[in-house]
């Protein structure tokens, strides 16, 4: 962490702990959270930080710990950087089993949200997601989908995606990053992926890959302080 630490350490403002940007988050008070002060607390308690390569191709830091939050409830950093990698084979249509609120940091996203109906000769093919050693993907039938809004999130806005809404982000510069709170809906049951209906059969995704915390977030550093300009991608030019 030493480069992106001394560099991103050294603006003047007051240290926030990750706890105060959580009540901020919580109390709406966006305008208070900045990249630079949610690294800054990161690495104050790098050591209790995990950081996973998501399924959907980003990187999550795992900041639940840090926070005191709630059961039911979890806070990450999701992060896009020029090795976003290639999506799992499920797709990444997909709805949550919690509602979602999501912090733009750095970047841009692009978020579609999609109404899908039941349909025996449905376009796409419904999978229930069970996690656990290998996340087991259960078929539940045929769909159509049909896109209800597009919204593109710039740094500094925040944006909600109710529980059970099927959705897809793409990121609109390279690097990008969110600041995420999730409460989970209480149903039980996992989120349902949608993929195409002649890919879609007896598909099973891998657990999602733990990474070494330091040189992710040190990765995480670099690209922060490289992309000025950021790399504009064609999602944000809508």
């Avoid at 529980?163 to 999730?182: A, D, K």
Wanted: charged share 25%; glycine share 8%.
């Amino acid at each position: 962490m030493k480069n992106g630490e001394r560099s991103l350490s050294s603006l003047g403002r007051p240290m926030l702990s990750m706890r105060d940007i959580y009540e901020s988050y919580v109390a709406n008070e966006f305008t208070n959270i900045s990249i630079s002060s949610v690294f800054r607390a990161m690495i104050l308690e790098a050591d209790r930080v995990d950081v996973w390569k998501h399924p959907l191709g980003f990187n999550h830091a795992e900041l639940t710990p840090l926070v005191d939050a709630p059961a039911g409830e979890r806070f990450r950093l999701h992060f896009w950087l020029d090795d976003r990698g290639v999506v799992d084979e499920l797709g990444d249509l997909h709805e949550h089993t919690w509602d979602l609120t999501s912090l733009v940091l750095a970047g841009c996203v692009v978020d579609s949200n999609l109404a899908a109906s039941s349909s025996r000769g449905g376009e796409y093919l419904g999978s229930r997601i069970t996690y656990g050693a290998k996340n087991i993907a259960e078929e539940v039938g045929r769909f159509d989908l049909k896109v209800t809004n597009v919204r593109t999130i710039r740094m500094g806005s925040a944006y909600q995606i109710p529980s059970r809404t099927v959705h897809l982000n793409e990121v609109g510069t390279i690097p990008t990053v969110t600041l995420v709170r999730s409460v989970e809906d209480g149903r039980g049951d996992g989120p349902l992926v949608l993929t195409k209906y002649a890919k879609g059969q007896g598909l099973a995704t891998e657990m999602r890959a733990k990474l070494p915390a330091s040189e992710a977030l040190d990765r995480l550093a670099k690209a922060l302080l490289e992309s000025e300009p950021a790399v504009a991608l064609s999602p944000c030019e809508r």
